[in-house]
């Protein structure tokens, strides 16, 4: 039997990223999860079982993180097919559809940033952790759950305040989780990544070519999905039992101040 990883918005993007690297190193099965791009699940879960050369199960759920009955329904799909959870990665996100600045921005966007950023998460952490405290340990595999929040966290966009204080918000989730989860057996990291290069960013590319042109990061190169999948490999493996709450930045180096 092997450990199960669920990831949230796994069909495209950093959360691809993630269950492509994971496949790779053929240690979990995995519940690719999307929202409404069946087709793109379906390819990263062909993609998964290609990398995996088999030897691992890869199962894709639906569901929308900021709906109750869709978290519980997905909560169910990895317990009914699977009779288990290890490791839950909380990944799905969405910028705002119009970057605006803070003293216009719309209510409606900030609801719509919090249900499915940071309330999605915060409450599929609660139930999935349910299943992970009931599912007896593997020997030499660890539970962990990782979040993705971005280095929006703690750098200031004021063109997209709501998306800035959903990613704050997760490095607090994080803790209390961490805090509350370590008496069952479960360590809980979250990941920031820098700039990466997914359909996410694909609207303000040219931007951001500028900012790499004039080197914005140390590791002068857009980040990669594997950038991320290779993290959360790494904490997925066991590597880091006597951590947690541990927050690691995936950055090329952004967030070191140079004068
Ligand atoms: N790209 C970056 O530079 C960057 C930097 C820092 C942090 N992040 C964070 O990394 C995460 C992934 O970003 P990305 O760049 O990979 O985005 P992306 O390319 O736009 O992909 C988003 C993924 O999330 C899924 N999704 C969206 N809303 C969902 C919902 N309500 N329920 C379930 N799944 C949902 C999408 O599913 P469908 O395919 O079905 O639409 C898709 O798989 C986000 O949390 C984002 O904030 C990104």
Redesign the pocket.
């Known amino acids: 039997m092997k450990p199960v990883s669920l990831i949230?918005?796994?069909?495209?993007?950093?959360?691809?990223?993630i269950a492509l690297e994971l496949a790779k190193a053929g240690s979990h099965d995995i519940v690719v999860?999307?929202?409404?791009?069946?087709a793109?699940?379906q390819e990263c879960q062909q993609l998964c079982l290609e990398a995996a050369k088999g030897q691992i199960r890869v199962e894709i759920a639906q569901?929308?993180?900021?709906?109750t009955e869709?978290r519980a329904a997905l909560v169910d799909f990895v317990s009914s097919n699977f009779g288990r959870l290890d490791v839950l990665v909380n990944?799905?996100?969405?910028?705002p559809k119009v970057r605006e600045d803070l003293l216009e921005a719309s209510e409606e966007s900030f609801d719509r940033l919090v249900s499915?950023?940071l309330k999605?998460p915060y409450f599929l952490t609660q139930l999935a952790s349910k299943l992970m405290r009931e599912s007896a340990p593997l020997e030499g595999a660890l539970k962990s759950v990782v979040t993705?929040?971005?280095?929006?966290s703690f750098v200031a966009s004021v063109n997209r305040g709501d998306?800035c204080i959903t990613?704050a918000g997760l490095s607090m989730m994080t803790k209390l989780y961490a805090a509350r989860l370590a008496e069952f057996g479960i360590n809980v990291y979250e990941i920031?990544?820098?700039?990466?290069?997914?359909?996410?960013?694909g609207t303000v590319k040219e931007k951001y070519d500028r900012l790499f042109a004039e080197g914005i990061t140390p590791i002068n190169r857009w980040?990669l999905?594997a950038d991320?999948g290779k993290a959360v490999v790494a904490i997925a493996s066991g590597l880091f039992p006597y951590s947690t709450g541990q927050v690691f930045k995936v950055d090329g180096g952004f967030h070191i101040q140079r004068l």
């Not at 949230?8 to 990223?17: A, E, K, P, Q, Y």
Request: no cysteine; glycine share 20%.
């Open positions: 949230t918005g796994s069909s495209r993007g950093i959360g691809r990223g999860n999307y929202a409404g791009n069946e793109a699940a569901g929308d993180i900021s709906k869709d990944n799905a996100g969405v910028a499915i950023n999605g993705v929040s971005s280095m929006s998306y990613k920031q990544p820098g700039i990466i290069a997914t359909d996410m960013t980040g999905p991320i």
